[in-house]
């Protein structure tokens, strides 16, 4: 509830979520660590738009691998979706969203925090590699 005066939460919500949200993490946990299937999301509340790539360290932090956090919002979530044949992965035909970090995510998945490189439908909408 960090970004809550930020977003313009109502007042008695930050409590409820601090009394709420121990319990919601363990159910997390438990759906991620017993093959749950889990997509990667946000409802804006809770990190912005913007600010949502720090799921990431929580969906580790709660049991999955660098590499499962990654599969949650990309292969995992188009399934999800009923999307696979248009996102979620890097193959012909797909929408061409990606993006390019400096670093590895899969030995330390905050990197994917620090975005300098995205593609969103084939367009480069953010290059900071071509300054």
Known sequence: MANADRVGVPPGLPGKGKEV??????????????????????????YPHGLNAHEFAVMVKLGLTPLQSIQAATIDAADLLGWSDKIGAVESGKWADIIAVDGDPLQDVTTLERVKFVMKGGEVVKNEYGK
């Not at 997390?28 to 093959?35: K, N, R």
């Open 21 to 46: 949200m121990p319990g919601g993490r363990k159910n997390i946990a438990h759906a991620l660590t017993s093959g749950g299937e889990v997509a990667f999301g946000t409802d804006a509340a809770v």
